[in-house]
């Protein structure tokens, strides 16, 4: 069976449940970065029963993963890359590097989505040491009530440590972990994957989205979804008292992002407060085009 890389590794990330429309790219040779959805794709490698379901017998499987393994050495390829980043990034610019291998200072903090598509320092171009950066499915921040994540303790670490200056909140269209939540069924706990589970604290957008836009195809209801996602996201950030605090003195200001991979364009927002600074908002929508 022939296929090529780019088609077995499109089945793959469908079968992750998580994003089912990724999109790949292929790569070009001689490039310095991973283009975007590669490493998901290569790390999915091992799921071989999903695979001999999709592609027919395990004879076929076989013939065609001897074929990526022959024709296409990933790591091989990560190698070049990383001696190439050395020889034409590092070297050249070794005192900020070095800089860098002491301590960091970041301005900014992003929450983004885990998607392989949407890296935020590839769509945002921070370079090393601007972004202290963390990823989940759906880019979520949970409140604190909700107790200790991996996010909000990065969190704590960037605000009160770092002392960033800006929070964003990244999300993007065709977000799985979005679509995960909107179909979300009502089923027994112990039947929710780990993924369910997790995007169910987006619930509240969800029902927002639905009561709102029921009239709407399922596709038109998860791109209002993602949105409100984002807004609630911000608005959890004002939880935490040693955010919360810093927003009233003026030390952080928070944004929510949403990345459009369709057309390219960004929606911002950003979180108000009303003149006493106790009560918070999202507003001043802004389109980057
Ligand atoms: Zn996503």
């Known amino acids: 069976m022939a296929l090529t890389l780019c088609g077995r590794a499109r089945r793959l990330v469908s079968a992750t449940s998580i994003h089912s429309n990724g999109c790949l790219l292929h790569r070009q040779t001689g490039s310095d970065r991973f283009h975007l959805g590669e490493a998901k794709s290569i790390r999915l490698l091992p799921r071989r029963t999903n ?23 990933f790591l091989g390829e990560m190698r070049q890359r990383f001696l190439r980043f050395k020889r034409q990034k590092y070297l050249p610019q070794i005192e900020k590097f070095q800089a860098l291998a002491i301590a960091q200072s970041p301005k900014v903090m992003v929450i983004g989505c885990a998607d392989s598509r949407v890296c935020p320092s590839y769509v945002l171009g921070f370079q090393p040491g601007e972004a202290f950066t963390i990823r989940n499915v759906a880019n979520l921040v949970t409140p604190i009530q909700n107790g200790p994540t991996e996010t909000n303790s990065a969190l704590e670490f960037a605000v009160t440590t770092l002392q960033v200056e800006d929070i964003i909140v990244m999300g993007h269209s065709n977000c799985g972990g979005i679509a995960a939540l909107m179909s979300h069924q009502n089923l027994q706990e112990n039947q929710y994957s780990l993924v369910e589970r997790w995007v169910m604290n987006g619930k509240a957008a969800k029902l ?19 949105k409100e996602s984002i807004k609630d996201s911000v608005m959890n950030l004002v939880t935490y008292p040693w955010i919360r605090d810093r927003v009233k003195r003026g030390e952080v200001k928070i944004h929510g992002c949403y990345y459009n991979l369709s057309d390219c364009s960004i929606e911002k927002w950003r979180l108000g407060s009303d003149k006493n600074n106790n009560g918070f908002y999202v507003s001043d929508r802004e389109i980057w085009s």
Do not use: K, P, W
Not at 57 to 70: A, H
Not at 212 to 221: K, P, Y
């Open 51 to 73: 695979m001999v379901q999709e592609l027919g017998s395990r004879e076929e499987f076989m013939q065609g993963n001897r074929e990526i393994e022959t024709s296409y050495d």
């Open 208 to 226: 927002r989205t639905q009561a709102a836009s029921s009239h709407l195809s399922f596709d038109e209801q998860c791109r209002n979804c993602e």
